[in-house]
């Protein structure tokens, strides 16, 4: 899956459910993952999902509960998951936050760009994947 690019056909074709290789030469931040998946401005993935040990108000119930998703899914999995979730699941609901091309309805602002960047997505899946146990609750 390359920036620009359409969908990441080369993960869903080969069978795999997961982006094994960083997006980004920096290691995501788990500190910084928890204030993109929260804030309006970055991911704001709370929108449609919600973390049960989230302090946060009015989290979502479109998406899948993801309070253990650390548990369930690789690093790889959710790099999939959040850059373009539409190789996995035609038609999903669930924005792709990596892909510029085949999407529908886009403002011409942001024709072209990614809505995260290659970092965000690192910083989010470190985040998630602190998401384990009873730990966090």
């Given amino acids: 899956l390359l920036m620009g690019g359409g969908?990441?056909?080369n993960n869903a074709s080969l069978g795999t459910d997961s982006i094994d290789s960083p997006?980004?030469?920096?290691a995501g931040r788990a500190d910084i993952g928890l204030q993109l998946f929260t804030s309006r401005e970055g991911g704001h993935c709370v929108l449609c999902h919600q973390v049960t040990s989230?302090?946060?108000e009015f989290q979502g119930n479109i998406g899948p509960d993801l309070s253990h998703v650390g548990e369930r899914l690789t690093p790889g999995q959710l790099?999939?998951?959040i850059a373009d979730y539409d190789?996995?699941?035609s038609g999903t609901v669930m924005p792709s936050y990596f892909r510029t091309e085949g999407l529908h309805q886009?403002?011409?602002l942001f024709e072209g760009k990614t809505?995260?960047?290659a970092q965000d997505i690192e910083d989010i899946i470190a985040y998630l994947s602190t998401l384990k146990g009873t730990t966090n609750e």
Avoid: G
């Fill in 106 to 108: 886009v403002a011409p």
């Fill in 87 to 89: 190789a996995l699941k």
């Fill in 54 to 56: 989230l302090n946060t």
């Fill in 23 to 26: 997006l980004s030469s920096t």
């Fill in 79 to 81: 790099r999939l998951r």
């Fill in 115 to 117: 809505l995260l960047s």
């Fill in 7 to 9: 969908k990441a056909q």
